[in-house]
Nanobody
Framework: QLVESGGGLVQPGGSLRLSCAAS????????FSWHRQAPGKERELVAV????????NYADSVKGRFTISRDNAKDMVYLSMNSLKVEDTARYYC?????????WGQGTQVTVSS
């Protein structure tokens, strides 16, 4: 089970930190990623982090502004978002991947507006 939190309304240029709490994975450690979906658009990958946290990758649109991190001791993954833009408005989803099996959270809404 994955539960996201931390979304909300923020002005352009502002910051938010999303959190995703993982549970019931029986001590398995997945690859985590964040995805987002804006109204009328397909869901897109935002950032991914390896099991040990030593590898990360980002969509070009968020490079230099977003940072993905994880705390395996707490079964948490985070997405720090800075310099937010109106086009970052979307529902953000956390995903855990074990091999070829994916688990998704319910998402948290991020709205960037003045």
């Amino acid at each position: 089970q994955l539960v996201e939190s931390g979304g909300g309304l923020v002005q352009p240029g502002g910051s938010l930190r999303l959190s995703c709490a993982a549970s019931a994975f029986a001590f398995r450690i997945p690859t985590f990623s964040w995805h987002r979906q804006a109204p009328g658009k397909e869901r897109e990958l935002v950032a991914v982090i390896s099991t040990a946290g030593d590898y990360t990758n980002y969509a070009d649109s968020v490079k230099g502004r977003f940072t993905i991190s994880r705390d395996n001791a707490k079964d948490m993954v985070y997405l720090s978002m800075n310099s937010l833009k109106v086009e970052d408005t979307a529902r953000y989803y956390c995903k855990a991947r074990f091999g070829v099996t994916d688990y998704w959270g319910q998402g948290t809404q991020v709205t960037v507006s003045s």
